[in-house]
């Protein structure tokens, strides 16, 4: 399958932290060139692609979540209104006016709603809507006929379908980070082409916007000896520092801080040089909210670096990226793997 048609596709399905089912089918349905595969008891989906070295051959993982930001059904109140929560951290600015699915009994098409700016109290007008005053309206007359499809504890997803930007950007929701799950895709399509000794484990995470909670069981089962997070970083745009961004365009970026290990950071730049691969540097003092932290301080602690796609407008429905980008950072892992042999991987255990 073309890996950008496959991106467009998981982008607009839905699979909401802890409720991936859907997700974990379509890739595993896609992925052709993985070896073998299977589920572990969270959910995560892990594909093995073998290396053709000599036994013990080492272990690399990559992870990147599939799991998306939603909401949850709290309430059907009077004429059908519904009240509802958060699961991961959405700007509750950008939900008004928002077209959704509700994942009831059959999927209803919805809009959230508020009330009109009209009527509001004084100074209200000039504050963000607050989450307990916004409700999603289905069409229904009354609570009895909503309760009829829907139930407290149904999941909402907002409705958006991929657009085409200029160039090769690409607009849409969950890139967070299904962007990176794509990116997998195209090293394992890459390495379907490359000698590679060692063993490849490409991890699609579940449970990462609640707190990477698949990428701690995964690497708990799978003891790699080395670990490549990759996820999404924020992209330049208005507003924002350029210390704090990365250029769309100009590549994944490489995080230096102290969750990455500096003999893979120095073959990772390495690589990238070696092959004209475009790369930001992406410095990260702070790793705590990615995969990588959890691979890195699993068990004994594993030898992990992140890399990460340039994205803009992270957590709302137009989150944009190039896919440029996500090619990139394919190939950069594929050819940073290709390279790798025992001698090299054992020296990790030293500074």
Known sequence: MDVKHFLRNLSESSGVSGYEQNITEQISTACTWADDMRRDKLGNLIMLKRGEGTKPKKKIMLAAHMDEIGLIITKVEKGGFLRFGTIGGFDQRVLLGQEVIVHGKTPSLGIIGAKPPHVQ???????????EDLFIDLGYDTKEDAEKLVRIGDLVTLKREVIDLQSSLLAGKAFDDRAGVAAIFECFQILSTLHHEVDVYGVATVQEEVGLRGAVTS??????DLGIAIDVSFGDQPDLRESETIKLGNGPGIAIGPHVHPKVYDRMVKTAKEWNIKYSLDPS?????????AIQVVQAGVATILLSVPLRYMHTSIETIDYDDVKSTGKLMAMFIAGLNNEFVEGLTCF
């Open 219 to 224: 690497t708990y089962g799978i003891v790699p």
């Open 285 to 293: 003092p702070s790793p705590g909210g990615t995969d990588a932290y």
């Open 121 to 131: 109290a004084h100074g209200e007008q000039n504050k963000a809507v607050k989450l």
